[in-house]
């Protein structure tokens, strides 16, 4: 690794990683005068060993959000030398821990809503274009229906009508309609309010999306729509689908990720 002068660095001993991370997180080390030279890594990481040496506590304060479990088995030693004396420690080490819990509950969850959309779009008509476009009309119509031509938007709407109705499909398509229409009114109203707002930057948006885009563009338009429905619905922002259903169930983990956790637990329950 280059520190800031250029200079190649190199580390010894088992913190390593630790001292690099904390090192290129951009977090302040030591405070300087504004006239003061930046520090180099291989200082940097000097300052970071001293510390850690004569003030552990300190040093769980100062650097812990950078730190990753295996960094704190040293200071785990530390506290259970004397867990009056080090009692800083053990409190520190605490809220760390619960730091990087919620950090990897975070992973957990988004890696489980991937895998619970990926099934979705495999096993479900839940982002097809029909199902995404009631859910969110007024996007549908930005990137793909105002540019389709009277023809296209006809065999749309028979394709979305196939086969013989019963008169209960019929009362729910109409009532699906409404709902859909309802929606894109809603959303629409809540747009022209923001359009109030940013008059001027609007005028420069409506310049630029003047002219009628290529069969290359509306491909491109149609799978930002796919995307953004996607993004909406692995950040929790779907109001049709339950997460519950998802974010607390481990069916959605990777196999892999999974046996790893529980080989995890069984050693640390043996310890």
């Known amino acids: 690794m280059a520190d800031a002068l250029g200079t190649k660095v190199e580390c010894g001993g088992n913190d390593d990683d630790m001292f690099l991370r904390i090192v290129n997180s951009g977090v302040t080390i030591k405070s300087q005068q504004r006239d003061e030279p930046d520090l180099s890594s291989e200082q940097k990481i000097k300052i ?3 510390i850690k040496k004569t003030n552990p506590a300190s040093f769980l304060m100062r650097f812990g ?20 004396t080090n009692y800083e420690i053990g409190f520190r080490l605490k809220e760390i821990k619960k730091h990087l819990d919620q950090q990897k509950h975070h992973v957990e ?51 979305e009508r196939e086969g013989e109705p019963s008169l209960s499909q019929l009362m729910f398509s109409k009532y699906d309609a409404e709902k859909t229409q309802w929606i894109y009114n809603y959303q629409r109203e809540q747009e022209r309010e923001m359009e109030e707002e940013e008059e001027d930057s609007e005028e420069e948006m409506e310049e630029d999306s003047q002219g009628t885009p290529t069969e290359e563009e509306k ?21 049709e689908f339950d997460y519950s259903t ?4 481990d069916e959605y983990d990777d196999l892999k990720l999974r046996e790893q ?9 043996d310890d």
């Open 261 to 269: 956790d529980e080989e995890e637990r069984y050693f640390d329950d």
């Open 65 to 84: 959000q950078s730190l990753v479990t295996k960094d704190l088995e040293y200071f785990e030693s530390l506290y259970k030398q004397n867990t009056l």
């Open 48 to 50: 970071l060993e001293e």
């Open 109 to 159: 969850v988004q890696n489980r809503r991937y895998e619970a959309m990926q099934r979705l779009i495999n096993d479900s008509t839940f982002f097809s274009e029909e199902e995404m476009r009631k859910r969110n009309p007024l996007l549908y119509e930005q990137y793909i229906g105002q540019y389709l031509t009277e023809e296209e938007k006809l065999e749309r709407d028979i394709a």
């Open 246 to 249: 998802v974010d607390m169930n």
């Open 219 to 239: 491909e491109m338009l149609r799978n930002e729509f796919f995307y953004e429905m996607q993004e909406k619905f692995l950040l929790g922002k779907e109001e």
